[in-house]
């Protein structure tokens, strides 16, 4: 590896965590010794990047610092096209469509010479199973994610039930055979999942959330968190 591609990997690996990183982490990640490390993280702090930490600490990366754009590498251009290629088989219209957009802009601005990695990569997904159909917009339960809004769902069980339920959503996850709506259910009064394919209507309301942004959230990280410490 080139000193300047390592230099700007250096800067990568920090840039992605907000925790302090050892030397030693790096040197692992770098597959350099630490002493080359700790010379690395001085030249650049020589250069005024804003790192912060010691040895045996670990190193930051401040915020707010910024490079100019630098070309992808093979491996980053393969990891987004099968990425794009796992969200556009199994997302609703509006995201494949975004996925493939992703890739074709980034087709139109990279050399000739990496083209190949695009139209030819060395990884892929295999074709994925069939999803259950749905009746509802996922786009507007994104909205709703977004906006921090309230959800009306109309909701049919396992057992057929239909109930309707007011829930505050969190996240929409993927897996390979269905879509799953983490939410705060009013009725329950707990986080609940609700699969896509039985909700007969999902309505945005009007009302907020009511909580200060990212708190909803971070009540649902540590639901989980519970739940599979008692597993």
């Not at 010691?54 to 630098?70: I, N, R, S, T, W």
């Amino acid at each position: 590896m080139r000193r300047a591609d390592r230099l700007f990997q250096l800067i990568q690996i920090l840039r992605r965590s907000s925790r302090p990183r050892t030397a030693a982490a790096i040197a692992r990640e770098l597959e350099v010794s630490k002493r080359t490390v700790y010379r690395d993280i001085a030249d650049l702090m020589g250069q005024r990047v804003p790192i912060s930490g010691a040895p045996g600490l670990g190193y930051v990366l401040q915020p707010g610092f910024d490079m100019p754009p630098l070309m992808f590498t093979p491996d980053e251009i393969e990891a987004i096209v099968l990425g794009a290629q796992w969200v556009a088989s199994h997302s609703d219209a509006a995201i494949a469509n975004a996925a493939s957009d992703v890739v074709s802009k980034i087709a139109a601005v990279i050399p000739d010479a990496l083209l190949p990695f695009i139209a030819e990569p060395s990884m892929g997904i295999r074709p994925p199973q069939s999803l259950p159909s749905e009746s509802i917009d996922a786009a507007s339960i994104r909205k709703a994610i977004r906006d921090g809004r309230k959800l009306r769902l109309g909701y049919r069980s396992e057992s057929e039930e239909l109930t309707v339920r007011i829930v505050w959503p969190v996240i929409l996850g993927y897996s390979e055979t269905s879509r799953l709506l983490v939410a705060w259910c009013e009725l329950r009064r707990d986080f609940r999942h609700f699969r896509t394919d039985r909700m007969v209507s999902a309505e945005v309301s009007d009302d907020a959330i009511g909580l200060r942004d990212g708190e909803l959230r971070r009540r649902w990280r540590a639901w989980r968190e519970k739940q599979l410490s008692a597993r």
